[in-house]
């Protein structure tokens, strides 16, 4: 069955850097796109990002643009989320999703920015 594992993320403080990983197993991970998706406490899951099956495309919500990068390597099976700047409105639990199978989430990984 497909599984998203989540890893990286940690405590940072603000306007420092991160990067956190998801690793996909179950489908042929180099067919589907990818996403990132975040949510903070109180707050509804909102999308993040979207990187193409062949990692040539990528879109960012306003709110990271500039910020954050995804990239992904098909013969690892991942999918990575650097996050530059980081600001205290980014603390939140990080998934990832893949187009390959929309109903399948991940535990998450959550980032926590502070001082």
């Known amino acids: 069955q497909v599984q998203l594992v989540e890893s990286g993320g940690g405590l940072v403080q603000p306007g420092g850097s991160l990067r956190i990983s998801c690793e996909a197993s179950?489908?042929?991970?180099?067919?589907?796109?990818m996403s990132w998706y975040r949510q903070a406490p109180g707050k509804e899951r909102e999308w993040v990002g979207y990187?193409?099956?062949?990692?040539?495309?990528?879109r960012y919500a306003p709110a990271v643009k500039g910020r954050f990068t995804m990239s992904r390597d098909n013969a690892k099976n991942t999918v990575y989320l650097q996050m530059n700047r980081l600001k205290a409105e980014d603390t939140a639990i990080y998934y990832c999703?893949?187009?390959?199978?929309?109903?399948?989430w991940g535990q998450g990984t959550q980032v926590i920015v502070s001082s």
């Open positions: 999703w893949t187009s390959m199978s929309p109903n399948s």
């Open positions: 179950g489908f042929t991970f180099s067919d589907g796109s």
């Open positions: 990187i193409a099956n062949n990692g040539l495309s990528t």
